[in-house]
């Protein structure tokens, strides 16, 4: 194998190893049905065809930072839309096990298509492992994200103001990426402190959680 091949392996390793790692268990143990995964999968997407047309109408027409702004935001508006109403289908048992479950699924979908595809396809020629791996990575952090923002609109199934704060949270979250990349230049420091964003997050996340252990939606 060349070298080459191998970085590229292994960067797909990285991207999706931990993610179907994760979902397998889940599959595995918690018997969660594969149909509201298919369901997770073609949500991401059908939420990316869905802003598409409006991100390319104003791709011309706005000022960058506003474009940039907008296409952060309507992440989380049509993305977060989606997930409630995956979550909401008779499929989902509306669990904790079924948010997660259904946030890896997500998440996989998205490196898969904006990751693993690209870097497949186009081989990285002319670049270092090293320059590669922040994206390999940044699939991770997206992953946890995506695991917390379906934990936000699993509680929104009862209490419908979690949606707006799941897309915002979402938004947020694209903004610091790009301005930190916009303003230090610095990959490494951007995929740093986007992670520590998505932890803190998942943390909060987890404390609300742990005030009602219940598996099911929690009660109003």
Known sequence: MSKLLLDTVFLILVALLPGLSALAYFIKTKKTNLVLLLLGGGGWLIALLARTPILYALSNTI?????????????????????????????????TE?????????????????????ITIYTPVGYSLLELLPGALERNIALLGHIVFSLIVLKALSKIIYLPASMLAHGSLNIVGVLTLDLTKNVWLTETLLGLSVLLLFIATLHTLSRNPSNQVWST
């Open 63 to 95: 000022e960058r930072a506003a474009y940039l702004v907008v296409a952060s935001y309507s992440a989380g508006l049509f993305e977060e839309s989606m997930r409630y109403l995956v979550l909401k289908t008779p499929l989902s048992k509306k669990s």
């Open 98 to 118: 079924d948010a997660v479950a259904l946030g890896l699924s997500w998440g996989l979908t998205e490196a898969l298509f904006i990751y693993v595809l690209p």
